[in-house]
């Protein structure tokens, strides 16, 4: 089990990477955020892995470009591991409810992250989700249910 004092580490870890994407487009930065091949396998369980790969090496062909808006310099992430996703939650909550759907498809071990991008000062900004936490480094999986659930093949148990 994973303790919450790990949470806020790996919570802070990400406020630290994402930052230089608030306003600029570091290829360096998005490149470490990159998915590896092996990453699959330990993030996504069973069929779900072949189609995770397959889904994101497409989207990594044009990695977006800046995340924050205007002004949007800040960074505010919440941590969280798979296995919260199970269920509604006061972690879960913090998620996009497509990550329910697809719970039962992620190693329920491993710490998940979603961020947002705001003003100083301000709580709502530009909101982002997906990144894991992989033995010291992050690899990015925006919005996993839409490529797990693209044609229906993925089944919600």
Not at 38 to 59: E, I
């Amino acid at each position: 089990m994973i303790e919450i004092a790990e949470l806020y580490k790996v919570q802070r870890a990400a406020e630290t990477v994402l930052k230089p994407l608030a306003t600029g487009r570091p290829v360096e930065v998005m490149t470490l955020l990159k998915p590896q091949d092996g990453d699959f396998t330990r993030v996504f369980v069973g069929d779900a892995a072949a189609k995770a790969r397959d889904g994101y090496m497409q989207m990594w062909t044009s990695p977006p470009g800046p995340l924050g808006k205007r002004g949007q310099t800040e960074v505010h992430a919440f941590a969280t591991t798979a296995d919260a996703f199970k269920t509604e939650n006061e972690f879960s909550q913090q998620f996009p409810g497509g990550y329910r759907k697809i719970a039962d498809h992620l190693d329920p071990n491993l710490i998940w992250v979603a961020f947002k991008f705001v003003e100083p000062g301000r709580t709502s900004g530009m909101a982002y989700d997906g990144l894991v936490w992989l033995d010291g480094r992050f690899a990015w999986f925006p919005k996993p249910w839409r490529i797990l659930l693209a044609g229906d093949t993925m089944t919600d148990n």
